[in-house]
């Protein structure tokens, strides 16, 4: 089993001053559904298109930065002008990164527009993600506008109608310093768990300085991240419990030495996610095969 945590630099700025460099101008404002296909290790895979040219995208919450994969650009944006991109701030990326312009990115029947996009050699993920992928659909592209993820039913809905929020209650605010990450603080029973909600990490973990109850078990994970794949984890198999993010979450975590807590794919296909610009939400998932009951008859 593979956990892929990819998280992109935090704060860049584009060399040419005068723009806001990643958020879209423009973004969907219909509630048609973006299919995604969630692989047998986790993880979500989504169709999309970048000024005409087909792309498959890791759906990644866990991603600060909407990621094209360099080779894709050379190849299929030959005609894009490829701008130097300074790094701030807290980063993990190790090359030195570009940023394409994109006027239309399309994810389904999805279309946000005019805003610009990372590129990075990003080749070696696919190997650690089982099938082949052209970039990364990161956090400034979901939480444009107000997001369902359905991870369980298998599609993403960008600006839902609000026929489709019922059931959200107890929404917990994000982390105002970090548009562009779902961090939250979550409790367990009389102690508070800072996190992140990462649809591209296979599973679910906390650090073992958050003193969540372990087994005697280990296994061994492979971990792939933007520099590169390779890299070995043997976390402990947390017990089974409840980590309070709005509502009870039901948790089953791998335990790590690092100070990685994040809420993974395994978590997110139980529970749909409502993702705000200052707040989320958590509901059951709901089971598309449900019908409704239907209303008595008035005579």
Known sequence: MKALATLFALAATSAFAGRVPFLPETAPTNDTPVAVRVLGNNMPIVRGEVDGKPCTLLFDTGATHTTLDKGFVERELKDHKLEKVVLAGVTNVEGLPSLVHADSFKVGAAEFCDFDVMVLDISHLPKGIGEKIDGV???????????????????????????????????????????????????????????????????????????????????????????????????????????????????????????????????LLKYDLLIGWQRVAFRPRRDPRRRRRPLPLRR
Do not use: C, Q
């Not at 971990?223 to 009870?248: C, F, H, Q, W, Y």
């Open 137 to 267: 659909i990161g956090m400034n592209v979901i939480g444009r506008v107000t997001t369902l993820v359905s991870l369980g039913t298998g599609e993403v809905v960008f600006a839902p109608m609000r026929a489709r929020l019922a059931g959200f209650t107890n929404a917990v605010d994000r982390a105002a310093s970090d548009p562009f990450s779902i961090a939250l603080k979550a409790r367990h029973g009389e102690k508070e768990i800072p996190l992140i909600v990462d649809s591209a990490a296979s599973m679910t973990f906390l650090g073992r300085e958050t003193g969540w109850p372990a087994t005697d078990s280990k296994v061994e994970m492979s971990a792939t991240d933007v520099n590169g794949s390779g890299s070995s984890l043997r976390p402990m198999v947390g017990k089974s419990g409840e980590l309070v993010l709005g509502i009870p979450l039901s948790i089953s975590p791998m335990v790590v030495a690092e100070p990685m807590n994040r809420i993974g794919a395994d978590t």
